[in-house]
């Protein structure tokens, strides 16, 4: 076993010289603290990310999309494929998981101010892919065609619609008409196999090119700590072993879930019926929903419901550029402000996310 | 140095145990994985899922002054084409003891087998042991292919 | 006044006056009686009213005590003169609704006759529109009024079909009022038991009064007329069931009784289903008359067509003619019909195939009824199993919605097997059955794979998790031993 290694090894070294790479490898090295916990999360989320490539084409395999025959070929892939129960509970199961570890990473990464020079881009590729992950679950959602997924979308778009001056022209494309119909469902499906894949895989071979290049960020404090008194670990092997441990048991995890709680397919949606009552998006939506709910119809002079989705708008845009207004952080000092906002949000999101499941 | 030998094979011992345990680990592992993909890959008895309720065929597939019974989600539908052409649906189960209806073109009219209930054209029972009629279906024809769905 | 009249009326003041004591009470009676005469005062003669001390001011009003005619027929005395329209029934009202006078003359009559009238369908308005269509009179007569028990008044028992059907067999006034309202009913009548015995004499036998009630006549589509679907049996019942009354005629009382227990009887009595039969559904309504031997099958036929075909087909017709056996009341009864279970089907003592096959005695029809009864017994027990797996699947959260689906088609085939079992043809009744019993057990297989489905998933969960827990374990303890030599390396 060991020879064939090395001989492949040699014979690909001969000719890409992978030398120099291994040896910048080898140095890679992981920061031991009692934050360490938090530096699996990105790796989980990559994890999730493969496993739902995996199942998703193999899911594409037996999908038919369209209104006549969506829900029929994932009632199929249910009860007559081989495993096909497993592959598409997984698919569904992970596909909010992956959105949790994701949230879990970036908060970890926003606390730990990761994003700080030379991280920039970093953050700016993670935040982009973890809003085309949210466009992933939205999409992906109502490929099912069954009755929560179409007026959940119906709800989603019509929001989407109520953005100032482009939310028309946007709903309308998204829609592919002024309703939600069959060709929502093709231009979701799209979107989802293609359109979103693509733009992800750019964002994250970027994404880790550029962790694997810049290394592990450190926290601040180690600035303060002697570089001896900085515990650390070889990223290979030890860090990917146990990456690797994690892995292993997420994937059983998943596998559980599969078996025990298997993801419902509901009713057929009907394009005629009238939504059932206590419609509501996926609890990733939740806090911004349930926030809508909140908002009085009329602020001043502004429409509440465009009021609110300006301000997720613009939070949104300024926690992208965060890098770039958090100058303190990039000086290497600490910033509580910093802090106090990240467990705001935080906190908000946790507490509207439950009061919406709730209520 | 000698005794620092046998604790040496003993580890030897233990790395090669370990070893056989992580390598049938990652092989048992690797199976539990590639084994249902490869099941899954494999097509099962019925190739295709079949074509059900909202599309209901093709327009030239249903002759005149004929009914045929489609299935609609769990029910079944009657889809009636009239002797001028027009299509109309209705609900095929019978609302006396929820039998299938079918269309008899002798009777002009839509008649259950199991207690000779019969019902108009329009789905009202007309005679037999029928309380009530049946639900209607909306029918819209888009080209070449007939949908069924429900009446709002 | 001129002499002679004057004259006149001093003979008629003596006539009067040498009639005998109660005519001399009534003024008005005696001088009619030696003027004008008529209809009216010799039919008045014989009237209760007369015999009870009422004169003819009673209902047209007036003084009665009086010769004076001046004074007599005195509208400031009350004189109505002759009432038209419902002045006459509100003349008869004045006294036969007050309580306290009827007792006043002993009379016991009930009181409520003028207001039942009102409500009823003959208290509705005229085609002239100024009356109501029926007066009291109409059927009381105005002068001659007897009480019911007496022989020649127009409501005794044997004369009131004469008196209904005054109005009701002429299709020319009928018209006018209700065209499609049939005016044969005495034709009908006439050819039934009580018109025969009615004909014959019998007062007790039923009459018009007695199924339409008398001044509470109601269109038999009103729910509280006594005709009227669900009250029907009650109506028959009246007489039918009581055993003191019935007594000469010898027939049984208990057809209500038996009726309100039958699946007919509770359908229309406590479902009010009005799809199920009342009595005249199946004994005619004014030809009232149990259908014959060999017409039994079309009478239940009307309704339960597709049985009624299938056994006129079948061997036991002739059988059951032959025999003198009426056709579907043999096995099924004809009042107390129970639901038809499969008991009644086979071999066994409660079926009533038994009663005339056996295996030494038709034998042929013997190992026929055995051979359904087991069929539609299986069939029963296949869908229910069937059925049962597919729920246990279903609630395990297994996709099963095509079996579900088929299942439909076992239900339908076992109930056109219980139709089926009425041409008394084992090969018809299989290849019915058959179809059912091949539905369930491939909904049944279906349902079965499904539960295996769901321990193997189980399973292979559990195997999978071993597998990966192995693994694992393995993996870590040997990152532990990496870092432990890593940390020795270090030293």
């Not at chain 1, 099912?144 to 997924?149: F, G, I, K, R, T």
């Not at chain 3, 028990?149 to 209904?164: D, E, G, H, M, Y």
């Not at chain 3, 129970?338 to 086979?346: E, F, P, Y």
């Amino acid at each position: 076993m060991k020879t064939l290694w090395s001989k492949t090894y040699h014979w690909i070294n001969e000719r890409v010289e992978l030398d120099g790479l291994v040896e910048f490898m080898g140095k890679k090295y992981v920061p031991v603290n009692s934050h360490s916990i938090w530096y699996y999360f990105g790796g989980v989320s990559l994890f999730l990310f493969i496993i739902q490539v995996v199942t998703g084409i193999l899911l594409l395999l037996y999908y038919k999309g369209g209104e006549a025959l969506a829900f029929e070929s994932i009632q199929f892939i249910m009860s007559k494929v081989q495993f096909g129960w497993l592959i598409r509970s997984i698919h569904s199961w992970t596909a909010n998981l992956f959105i949790l570890t994701a949230l879990i990473h970036m908060f970890s990464v926003y606390f730990g101010k990761a994003y700080r020079k030379p991280r920039e881009i970093t953050w700016v590729t993670g935040m982009l892919m973890f809003f085309l992950a949210m466009g992933f679950g939205f999409s992906g959602y109502l490929l099912p065609w069954n009755e929560l997924a179409f007026f959940a979308t119906k709800v989603g778009t019509d929001i989407a619609g109520a953005v100032p001056v482009v939310g028309k022209p946007m709903m309308v494309f998204l829609r592919g008409g002024e309703e939600v119909t069959g060709a929502t469902l093709s231009r979701f499906f799209g979107f989802h196999v293609a359109v979103l894949p693509g733009l992800f895989t750019v964002l994250l071979g970027i994404h880790l090119l550029l962790v694997q290049r810049q290394g592990m960020s450190e926290p601040l404090s180690y600035e303060e700590e002697s570089p001896k008194e900085r515990k650390t670990m070889p990223f290979f092997p030890n860090f990917l072993l146990r990456d690797m441990l994690l892995w292993l048991i997420v994937l059983n995890l998943l596998a559980i879930l599969a078996v025990f709680f298997p993801w419902e397919l509901g009713k057929k949606a009907d394009l005629f019926a009238s939504a059932p009552a206590g419609i509501k998006p996926e609890w990733y939506f939740l806090f911004m929903f349930q926030t809508l709910k909140y908002i009085p119809g009329k602020v001043f002079v502004f429409d509440g419901e465009v009021l609110g989705i300006m301000t997720f708008g613009l939070g949104g845009l300024l926690w992208l550029l965060v890098p770039f207004w958090d100058r303190k952080s990039s000086r290497g000092e600490r910033n509580r402000f910093i802090n106090y906002i990240g467990l705001f949000i935080v906190l908000y999101i946790i507490i509207l996310t439950i009061v919406g499941w709730i209520l | 140095m000698a005794e620092s030998t046998e604790p040496m094979d003993t580890q030897e011992n233990r790395r090669d145990f370990l070893k056989y345990f992580l390598g049938g680990g990652l092989i048992a592992w690797l199976a539990a994985i590639l084994y249902p993909m490869m099941a899954y890959l494999k097509p099962p008895k019925q190739a295709e899922v079949e074509v059900t309720s909202v599309k209901a065929g093709k327009v030239g597939a249903v002759e005149k002054d004929s009914g045929t019974i489609v299935r609609f989600g769990n029910k079944p539908v009657i889809l009636l084409r009239n002797a001028a052409g027009e299509f109309r649906a209705f609900s095929a189960t019978c609302t006396h003891l929820d039998c299938t209806v079918q269309y008899r073109k002798d009777m002009g009219l839509i008649w259950c087998a199991c207690h000779n209930g019969r019902y108009d054209l329009n789905g009202r029972n007309v005679a037999g042991p029928p309380p009530r009629p049946l639900d209607e279906y909306r029918v819209v024809i888009q080209g070449e292919d007939i949908l069924i769905s429900k009446k709002a | 006044m001129n002499r002679i009249t004057r004259m006149m009326m001093g003979i008629a003041l003596l006539v009067c006056v040498s009639a005998n004591a109660l005519r001399a009470q009534d003024k008005c009676l005696s001088c009619h009686e030696a003027t004008v005469g008529g209809q009216p005062v010799e039919m008045f003669k014989h009237d209760i009213h007369h015999a009870k001390g009422i004169s003819c001011a009673g209902c047209h009003g007036g003084d009665s005590k009086t010769e004076e005619m001046d004074q007599a027929m005195n509208a400031k005395a009350g004189y109505i003169g002759v009432p038209k329209g419902d002045e006459i029934s509100k003349a008869c009202a004045n006294c036969h609704a007050n309580a306290a006078k009827m007792k006043s003359f002993g009379s016991n009559l009930p009181t409520n006759q003028f207001q039942n009238l009102q409500e009823s369908v003959h208290g509705k308005l005229a085609t002239n529109g100024k009356e109501r269509i029926v007066q009291c009179t109409t059927c009381h007569n105005a002068h001659g009024i007897v009480a019911v028990r007496n022989a020649s008044s127009p409501v005794f028992p044997l004369n009131i079909v004469k008196t209904c059907t005054k109005c009701h067999a002429d299709a020319a006034f009928m018209r006018m009022y209700n065209p499609s309202l049939p005016v044969d009913q005495l034709d009908k009548y006439r050819t039934s038991v009580h018109g025969i015995r009615n004909a014959k004499g019998d007062a007790k036998v039923a009459q018009c009064a007695s199924c339409h009630g008398s001044h509470d006549i109601r269109n038999a589509k009103d729910t509280k007329s006594k005709v009227y679907a669900t009250n029907v049996p009650s109506t028959c019942a009246h007489c039918h069931s009581n055993a003191e009354y019935m007594k000469e005629y010898k027939i049984p009382t208990d057809q209500f009784d038996k009726f309100s227990k039958s699946v007919h009887g509770v359908a229309l009595l406590t479902k009010h289903d009005l799809g199920a039969p009342a009595c005249n559904s199946c004994h005619g309504n004014h030809a009232a008359t149990p259908p014959g031997i060999s017409s039994v099958s079309k009478v239940c036929g009307t309704c339960h067509a597709l049985n009624a075909d299938l056994f006129s087909a079948s061997p036991h017709k002739k059988a059951f003619d032959d025999r003198k056996l009426p056709e579907c009341e043999t096995c099924h009864s004809n009042h107390e019909i129970i639901v038809a279970t499969n008991k009644l089907l086979g071999v066994t003592s409660e079926a009533v195939c038994s009663r005339c096959h056996s295996e030494a005695q038709n034998a042929k029809g013997y190992a026929a009824a055995k051979a359904m009864r087991s069929l539609i017994d299986s069939l029963e027990n296949n869908e229910k199993k069937a059925s049962e797996l597919v729920n246990e699947a279903e609630q395990k959260g297994m996709e099963i919605s095509e079996a579900k689906y088929k299942l439909r088609d076992a239900h339908q085939a076992r109930l056109e097997s219980r139709t089926m079992v009425h041409a008394f043809n084992e090969g018809r009744f299989r290849e019915v059955a058959s179809k059912g019993l091949v539905v369930s057990a491939t909904v049944s297989a279906e349902a079965t794979d499904a539960l295996d489905e769901y321990v193997f998933r189980r399973i292979g969960l559990g195997l999978a998790t071993l597998a990966i827990t192995i693994l694992a374990i393995s993996l870590y303890v040997y990152i532990r031993r990496i870092e432990r030599r890593q940390a020795k390396g270090v030293q």
